[in-house]
Nanobody, 125 residues
Framework: QVQLVESGGGLVQAGGSLRLSCSASGRTFSLNTMGWFRQAPGKERDYVAAINWSDDSQSYAESVKGRFTISRDNAKNTVNLQMNSLKPEDTAVYYC??????????????????WGQGTQVTVES
């Protein structure tokens, strides 16, 4: 089993920045992909970004390209999401995700092995 614990999130004005972190523990050696999804009220849980554990390759949803950056800290088994130029439409609960398979921008919510508890991001206009 793998446990994911998120931190960060909160309330920010449009154009501002936030940083989310996700710490993984347990059988982390089994993981190949970690990343983030988000879910706004009344909507599906959507893919945001992913990073491959083996080669650090990154992928992003079109809606966040150029504004969000995903990175990882191997020593701490942590994945970070730096969110810049935030927009009101970025408002959602952000979930850390991890999987034993390799995924990129086609990663879907129903292909995730492990989830974090979620953290709220609210962007005010």
């Amino acid at each position: 089993q793998v446990q994911l614990v998120e931190s960060g999130g909160g309330l920010v004005q449009a154009g501002g920045s936030l940083r989310l972190s996700c710490s993984a523990s347990g059988r982390t050696f089994s993981l190949n992909t970690m990343g983030w999804f988000r879910q706004a009220p009344g909507k599906e849980r959507d893919y945001v970004a992913a990073i491959n554990w083996s080669d650090d390759s990154q992928s992003y949803a079109e809606s966040v390209k150029g504004r969000f950056t995903i990175s990882r800290d191997n020593a701490k088994n942590t994945v970070n999401l730096q969110m810049n130029s935030l927009k009101p439409e970025d408002t959602a609960v952000y979930y850390c995700a991890a999987d034993r398979l390799l995924y990129g921008s086609r990663w879907s919510w129903n292909k995730v092995d492990y989830w974090g508890q979620g953290t709220q991001v609210t962007v005010e206009s």
